[in-house]
């Protein structure tokens, strides 16, 4: 695989809220640099142990790189599958979600791939992004129906505790994606990609269980939002990747709805994001042509970075 790359700069309750009809748009910011290209589609990136992970989904790949690395690193292959979110859990071996055949993964220490858990049972369709909090816990979500052949359907979280048991959580959400939890372990926020909205949920701290569904923001008249990948600031602030509308790139919004910031990427769509970085105020951007072009050009696919004013929080 041809890759591209530069030096690694270490660095459901509605809440009113009358300011989103008189808002001002949200600041420009930019322009992102490109820090590694020619990837087919890259996704679900994760700063961890001082590098940042992302995926080539279609290619089945998982890469690393660091601040000293001169390319990203393949740290795995899933065989005969697209492969999307990724975490850890508490012994810092890496999971992975194996999208079609509805399965979390393992990296053993010895290099070797192992299943973890199959939500095939309760998942019908493709699932796609997932968090794992501090207590190994997975939060998973799902397409929740066949795209292009079948008319939308709603579907929910999948919790997959430590011990392997299995619940569903969260009620008709459209497309649950990128998730975040805050840095207090309270409250959980999921993409709902084809509602135009954030979604939150109170965690239950002794079992991870979720409640009290409500929107924590959605598009306004003014500004258009379609969430995929999200990450969170320690002002509380979501940057999210929007995977439709031309030139959107990736936007900041706060809770109730204001937009603040944004980030465009031309030419490229944004489909995930993280803060990351030695101090945390980098951004990387996962961005790559529309979805619908994505096979006709291979190595369309790249990570985008930014310096921005705040600095990563929460998870992932």
């Known amino acids: 695989q041809r ?100 399965k979390l993964l393992r990296l053993e220490k010895n290099g070797d791939i192992t299943d973890y858990a199959d939500l095939s049972g309760i998942a019908s369709h493709d699932i796609n992004d997932m968090l794992v909090d501090g207590q190994g816990r997975a939060y998973v979500g799902g397409l929740g129906f066949d795209i292009g052949k079948e008319e939308p359907k709603t579907t929910c979280i999948i919790l997959v505790q430590p011990d392997g048991t299995i619940s569903e959580h969260g009620k008709d959400l459209s497309c649950p994606n990128g998730i975040v939890i805050t840095e ?49 600031d320690e002002n509380g602030g979501i940057w999210t990747a929007n995977f439709q509308g031309e030139g959107i790139g990736v936007l900041r919004v706060e809770k109730g709805g204001k937009f603040t910031h944004q980030v465009k990427i031309d030419g490229l769509q944004a489909y995930a994001c993280m803060l990351g970085g030695d101090d945390g105020n980098t951004l990387y951007i996962c961005t790559a042509l529309d979805f619908s072009k994505v096979g006709d050009n291979k190595i369309s696919a790249g990570i985008h970075q930014i310096r921005v004013h705040v600095r990563r929080s929460g998870r992932p």
């Open 184 to 232: 207090d372990g309270k409250t959980l926020i999921v993409a709902e990609s084809f509602a135009n909205h954030l979604t939150a949920f109170d965690i239950n701290p002794a079992d991870g269980t979720l409640s009290n569904q409500r929107i924590w923001a959605e598009q306004s008249d003014q500004q258009k939002l379609h969430p995929d990948g999200i990450c969170l």
């Open 3 to 102: 890759t591209e790359s530069v030096a690694l700069r270490s660095s459901k309750t509605v809440m009113a809220d009358d300011s989103k009809s008189s808002q001002q748009p949200p600041l420009q910011l930019g322009p992102a640099q490109r820090l590694v290209g020619g990837f087919r589609f890259t996704e679900s990136p994760r700063w961890h142990d001082g590098k940042l992970w992302f995926v080539d989904m279609f290619e089945g790949k998982v890469f690393s790189i660091g601040p000293s690395d001169d390319k990203p690193t393949n740290v795995a292959t899933i065989k005969d599958d697209m492969v999307s979110g990724l975490g850890w859990d508490t012994d810092n071996r890496l999971l992975m979600v194996s999208m079609k055949k509805r």
